[in-house]
């Protein structure tokens, strides 16, 4: 059982940063491929991106691409997403996942494990 809580999300203009959080409970934290998801109002909820137990494998969509940064830090049982240049169509209910299966996926029904999301709005 992993429990997901998100952090981090709030109001910022068109352009500018943030850099969400979510933090896991359970001892085998490092063993879980890590996603971060969105969903906006009225639209399905989409991957954005997702994190290999090894660090260093990394999956992004194309739309955040060079912008969004995904990390985790296994000594800490955290996932974060640094977000920079954003735009106000990344506003969205952000939610941190874990999935154990072992390789990175991007479809939310493979995930086994949600937090309860946190609010990003980009303002023009």
């Known amino acids: 059982q992993v429990q997901l809580v998100e952090s981090g999300g709030g109001l910022v203009q068109a352009g500018g940063s943030l850099r969400l959080s979510c933090a896991a409970s359970?001892?085998?934290?490092?063993?879980?491929?890590m996603g971060w998801f969105r969903q906006a109002p009225g639209k399905e909820r989409e991957f954005v991106a997702a994190?290999?137990?090894?660090?260093?494998?990394?999956y992004y969509t194309d739309s955040v691409k060079g912008r969004f940064t995904i990390s985790r830090d296994n000594a800490k049982n955290t996932v974060y997403l640094q977000m920079n240049s954003l735009k106000p169509e990344d506003t969205a209910v952000y939610y941190c996942?874990?999935?154990?299966?072992?390789?990175?996926?991007?479809?939310?029904?493979?995930?086994?494990?949600w937090g309860q999301g946190t609010q990003v709005t980009v303002s023009s």
């Open positions: 359970g001892r085998t934290f490092s063993r879980y491929v």
């Open positions: 996942a874990a999935d154990w299966n072992g390789s990175i996926r991007s479809r939310a029904l493979d995930y086994d494990y």
């Open positions: 994190i290999s137990w090894n660090p260093s494998i990394t």
